[in-house]
């Protein structure tokens, strides 16, 4: 950037792109998009030229398997989840510029012009490999298309490209007894050619960008990653794949291979602004080219390799483009204690949470905000969102608000008062109020969410302490021109979290600026269909009258409304959260962690192979129907019945041990399955002859395994 030159003169701001197989859930939320949103939204009511951009991440293997196992096409699952995805991005009020999908024919076409002119300045490697192949499936086996041991740690599942349980990156030629994923079978290896970005040879650029200029910007946890993967050397990685799901590799020769998604899906963000470009008739390419602007990559940490090495390196390489100028990489968000999982359904599901708490999307951002995982992991439980609801969004900002509008309606008709003189304590709480913008930029600004959205919660404590010692309510009977003043400061507070709140509590700030009648000069409307949500959602539509402010002027000594303003009525911001609606979600959780246990203790026990035996041995077992004609309980034994089965060559004795799973009622008449040449043995005195098969289900339920299909004879011989 040029030292004479304004610096940021725009702000360009990407969101992690959601894979699309499957939805997402509150750790998505918290980890990328409510930072970044909250990030976006506060550059726009500062007036900043800003855009804000994301999509659907819809290529790659893992969609190419899910597609397989599920008998469908891969646009079907993208489909499916794209929409999925995007919706629950409107609900929650995530106010992208535009959100894409790399399905995108704008997509295919950026992604493949990058790889050629890449390809034509001889940035890549061309390397003829010998790579898994799966013989029946004929094709190539890349990442997780085969699980193997881990070379690194003797894990017995990892994946073709990652063991997931050291989280060693890995190649599927490292894997030791591979195995295909698609055909269970053990693959050949069979000669492939493929495009590489030598990593290698950016290693004094990444130094230089990170290690050097970054050095004090960046988050400790994600400088300290890119250090530890520079300092580890870098080796060439490959760009394309053999896949049929995917940007075909736009050269000659590459029949059969697609661009590696994580060469694709960065570029997706390029692609995107320049859907939003084309769509709102404006030029992309500064957002992109030119060094005014600030990239900023809103990120999950198991993300930065990607945004800090690779995609800056195929940048680097194009060389038209700009760098990052910060990754502010989240850590990782627990659910009560546990990771968040897909696959174990161990999540607060962003759809299913709207359908138990409907329009209480600020009180989850704001959950979500307080307990980011900023600087390391962090736990979500029900117990702290109800903490944080009832005791912060309902006792301190609610009620503040709610006083506020209530009183002003009752003392003044719903008219700002004007005020008389002011105290010392009026001029401080008023200055006080002045100097929160600031405070909560400072924060913004170092990607300090956590803190930004304690320091607004303050303002409302602010609030709320000066009504609790002015007791206007107590006032009013013998001074009523103080009561004025009081009510006007307070007013001058309410105004200032109407402001302030919009980029952490959108829908409340909405209804709040619907309350005082008043409405925010420089915020860009979301594109989203936010607008239209949070408007209907408040009973009081938006008059004509309302006042505009802004950010900037909750600084200034003017008052944010003037006295004769006139309020609308109080409408209820936060409502409290039931122990009972805790409770629910805490069953909720228990029930899948029980099914979860019984899923794996079922897998458990189930028993291994027993030795091989041959043909002869199997033929040596004498098995046929036969029908239970009598029972009876043995006398002093709980579990052994005496039984008569016909066995069609004779009525014979066998005794079992099943007098707990059934009465004599029950099983007089059964058709049941008898092993009748193993030799007879005595139980207490009775001597049986033969076994009668049976399997135990899994709630421990003894089954018979009868043949019950008509027109079987007793005697039939089984084989
Ligand atoms: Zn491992």
Known sequence: MAENQEYPQRYTITAALPYTNGPIHIGHLAGVYVPADIYARYLRLTGKDVIFVGGSDEHGVAISMKAKAEGVSP?????????????????????????????????????????????????????????????????????????????????????????????????????????????????????????????????????????????????????????????????????????????????????????????????????????????????????????????????????????????????????????????????????????????????????????????????????????????????????????????????????????????????????????????????????????FPETISSSIDRYRFREAGQELMNLARLGNKYLADEEPWKVVKEDEERVKTIMFVALQIATGLAILSEPFLPYTSEKLKSILNVRSSSSTPPNLGLVENVRSSSSTPLSTSAVETSWEQVKQNEPLLSPNHQINKAELLFRKVEDEEIQKQLDKLEATKKSNLSTSEEKKNIMPQKDTITFDDFTKLDMRVGTIIEAEKMAKTKKLMVLKVDTGLDTRTIVSGIAESFSVEEIVGKKVTVLINLAPRALRGVESEGMILMTENADGKLVFMNPDEDGVDNGEEIN
């Open 75 to 435: 646009k079907e699952i993208i489909d499916k989840y794209h929409t999925i995805i995007k919706k629950s991005f409107e609900d929650f009020g995530i106010t992208f510029d535009n959100y894409s999908r790399t399905s995108a024919e704008v997509h295919h076409k950026t992604a493949s012009d990058f790889f050629r002119k890449l390809y034509e300045q001889d940035d890549f490697i061309e390397e003829t490999t010998a790579q898994l192949y799966d013989e029946q499936a004929q094709q190539f086996l890349a990442d997780r298309f085969v699980t193997g041991t881990c070379p690194k740690c003797g894990h017995k599942e990892a994946y073709g490209d990652q063991c997931e349980n050291c989280g060693s990156s890995l190649n599927a030629t490292d894997l030791i007894n591979p195995k295909s994923t698609i055909t269970g079978t053990v693959p050949t290896t069979k000669e492939t050619k493929h495009w590489f970005l030598p990593l290698d040879r950016y290693e004094g650029f990444l130094r230089k960008y990170i290690l050097e200029d970054h050095k004090n910007d960046w988050k400790p946890n994600v400088y300290g990653q890119c250090k530890s993967w520079i300092d580890g050397g870098l080796e060439p990685r490959a760009v394309t794949r053999d896949l049929d799901w995917g940007i075909p590799v736009p050269i000659e020769g590459a029949e059969g291979k697609v661009l590696y998604v994580w060469f694709d899906a960065p570029i997706g963000y390029i692609s995107s602004t320049k859907e939003w470009a084309e769509r709102e008739g404006k030029d992309w390419e500064p957002y992109w080219k030119d060094e005014g602007t600030k990239l900023v990559h809103f990120i999950g940490k198991d993300n930065i390799v990607f945004h800090c090495i690779i995609f800056p390196s195929i940048l680097k390489a194009h060389g038209d483009f700009i760098l990052a100028d910060n990754v502010p990489a989240n850590e990782f968000l627990n659910l009560e204690g546990n990771k968040l999982s897909t696959s174990k359904n161990w999540a607060v599901w962003l759809h299913e949470y709207l359908e138990e708490f409907p329009d209480m999307q600020d009180v989850l951002r704001y959950t979500l905000t307080a307990n980011a995982p900023e600087t390391k992991d962090n736990d979500f439980t029900w117990k702290d969102f109800q903490a944080r609801n009832n005791n912060e969004l309902v006792a301190i900002f609610g009620n503040f608000i709610n006083r506020v509008a209530v009183l002003t309606h009752k003392y003044y008709d719903g008219i700002v008062p004007e005020p008389s003189d002011f105290t010392e304590i009026d001029n401080e709480t008023l200055e006080s109020l002045r100097k």
